[in-house]
């Protein structure tokens, strides 16, 4: 393998584990500042004074850093993959530290995600890096990037003007597929913004060109635009799907911009083309298998946690000679809400109770110890 496509490998691995740390940190900093205060869920702010939380947040910084400094030296087709290794980390350490088990659907979601990557690597193309910002420019003109990104940006515009109004609330693909599409032309503006900073570090200056104040103003705009729909998406839709839907996306349209643009694939038998597409469509299918382990184990968590809900009762009893008969009044406390019953004991340590405030009669089994008078 060549030495930039090295240092992209292993500042992408690099970047995986730092993100994949950063939200076991952040999780355990949140349950944490969770027990001292208001859940961040509901408004509450004080996991900034967390000490795990900053750790978390400084670590992913690191990895995106990480990330963002691999995308000078290797190819997007090799880099962008390998960010489904964070989720491979993140599940493994939560197993361990957070005690959220790795079923065996887990697993086999981890291990497609490595062979698809280590497939991808094997394979990968080499980078080929331009000597200036005025390169890059130059591809970025070239007719055929041209109307992709004419394409590009018809498709949001339509997203955004017509599709969003009319289904934004509904359909997932709105909002991913801006996010998406943004997200493409987001990557290949870093690509540009860093390899002309990794040339002025050289000695070569490009600060001077107006092309590099151009791709960071196109930088910005897309990286904003695609954080406005990507928090719509999450306040809209379930997290759990909106992952992976939003990393297959983005990932694939990522791969074709930079095919396109910077010729990833040129000079590359059609074998090797092929290995790469494999991969990809294992990444791809290992990432779905994993949030679709993490969907299905969220689903028994809330189902379970519905079941094991207890119903208080409490007792004023009238008669305590006929304790062991029948009791004509109770104030029954179910979920939040109070109200009278009927009760009728049946055996000694068990009871069956009539609450008056249904609208029908809902039968309920309580076990109640009978005290002592």
């Given at each position: 393998m060549?030495?930039?496509?090295?240092?992209?490998?292993?500042?992408?691995?690099?970047?995986?584990v730092f993100i994949g740390s950063s939200f076991i940190l952040k999780k355990k900093g949140l349950k944490r500042a969770a027990a001292n205060g208001t859940r961040a869920g509901y408004g509450g702010y004080t996991y900034l004074l967390e000490p795990l939380w900053w750790a978390g947040m400084i670590t992913m910084i690191v990895g995106e850093a990480a990330n963002f400094v691999a995308y000078i030296y290797a190819p997007a087709v090799l880099v962008t993959p390998l960010g489904a290794l964070s989720i491979i980390i993140s599940a493994i350490l939560a197993h361990f530290l957070l005690k959220e088990k790795l079923k065996k659907m887990g697993v086999l979601g981890c291990v497609s995600c490595i062979v698809g990557s280590v497939v991808i690597v094997i394979h990968a193309p080499k980078e080929q890096t331009p000597n200036s910002v005025q390169e890059i420019w130059t591809l970025a003109t070239h007719p055929a990037f041209l109307v992709y990104v004419a394409?590009?940006?018809?498709?949001?515009?339509?997203?955004?003007?017509?599709?969003?109004?009319?289904?934004?609330?509904?359909?997932?693909?709105?909002?991913?597929?801006?996010?998406?599409?943004?997200?493409?032309?987001?990557?290949?503006?870093i690509k540009a913004i860093g390899i002309a900073i990794k040339l002025t570090m050289e000695g070569v200056s490009q600060i001077g060109y107006p092309q590099t104040w151009l791709f960071l103003m196109v930088a910005v705009t897309c990286v904003v635009t695609q954080l406005i729909y990507l928090n719509k998406a999450l306040d809209t839709f379930n997290a759990a799907i909106v992952s992976p839907v939003y990393y297959v996306m983005f990932t694939t349209l990522t791969i074709v911009a930079s095919a396109i643009m910077f010729k990833d694939w040129s000079g590359q038998d059609a074998a090797s083309v092929a290995s790469e597409l494999c991969g990809f469509i294992t990444v791809l299918t290992g990432t779905m298998i994993l949030h679709g382990t993490k969907e299905e184990e969220q689903q028994q968590a809330s189902s379970s946690g519905k079941e094991n809900k207890k119903t208080s009762v409490l007792i004023d009893f009238r008669t305590s000679s006929e304790i062991n008969?029948?009791?004509?009044?109770?104030?029954?406390?179910?979920?939040g809400i109070e109200g009278n019953a009927d009760l009728i004991f049946g055996s000694s340590e068990s009871v069956r109770w009539y609450e008056s405030r249904k609208s029908t009669n809902e039968e309920h089994l309580i076990s109640l110890y009978s005290p002592e008078y």
């Amino acid at each position: 393998m060549e030495s930039d496509n090295g240092k992209g490998l292993i500042l992408a691995v690099a970047s995986s584990v730092f993100i994949g740390s950063s939200f076991i940190l952040k999780k355990k900093g949140l349950k944490r500042a969770a027990a001292n205060g208001t859940r961040a869920g509901y408004g509450g702010y004080t996991y900034l004074l967390e000490p795990l939380w900053w750790a978390g947040m400084i670590t992913m910084i690191v990895g995106e850093a990480a990330n963002f400094v691999a995308y000078i030296y290797a190819p997007a087709v090799l880099v962008t993959p390998l960010g489904a290794l964070s989720i491979i980390i993140s599940a493994i350490l939560a197993h361990f530290l957070l005690k959220e088990k790795l079923k065996k659907m887990g697993v086999l979601g981890c291990v497609s995600c490595i062979v698809g990557s280590v497939v991808i690597v094997i394979h990968a193309p080499k980078e080929q890096t331009p000597n200036s910002v005025q390169e890059i420019w130059t591809l970025a003109t070239h007719p055929a990037f041209l109307v992709y990104v004419a394409i590009t940006m018809s498709v949001v515009l339509a997203l955004i003007l017509h599709f969003e109004p009319l289904c934004g609330q509904s359909n997932i693909l709105v909002y991913i597929g801006i996010c998406s599409l943004m997200g493409a032309l987001t990557v290949m503006s870093i690509k540009a913004i860093g390899i002309a900073i990794k040339l002025t570090m050289e000695g070569v200056s490009q600060i001077g060109y107006p092309q590099t104040w151009l791709f960071l103003m196109v930088a910005v705009t897309c990286v904003v635009t695609q954080l406005i729909y990507l928090n719509k998406a999450l306040d809209t839709f379930n997290a759990a799907i909106v992952s992976p839907v939003y990393y297959v996306m983005f990932t694939t349209l990522t791969i074709v911009a930079s095919a396109i643009m910077f010729k990833d694939w040129s000079g590359q038998d059609a074998a090797s083309v092929a290995s790469e597409l494999c991969g990809f469509i294992t990444v791809l299918t290992g990432t779905m298998i994993l949030h679709g382990t993490k969907e299905e184990e969220q689903q028994q968590a809330s189902s379970s946690g519905k079941e094991n809900k207890k119903t208080s009762v409490l007792i004023d009893f009238r008669t305590s000679s006929e304790i062991n008969r029948h009791i004509t009044h109770i104030t029954v406390s179910s979920g939040g809400i109070e109200g009278n019953a009927d009760l009728i004991f049946g055996s000694s340590e068990s009871v069956r109770w009539y609450e008056s405030r249904k609208s029908t009669n809902e039968e309920h089994l309580i076990s109640l110890y009978s005290p002592e008078y």
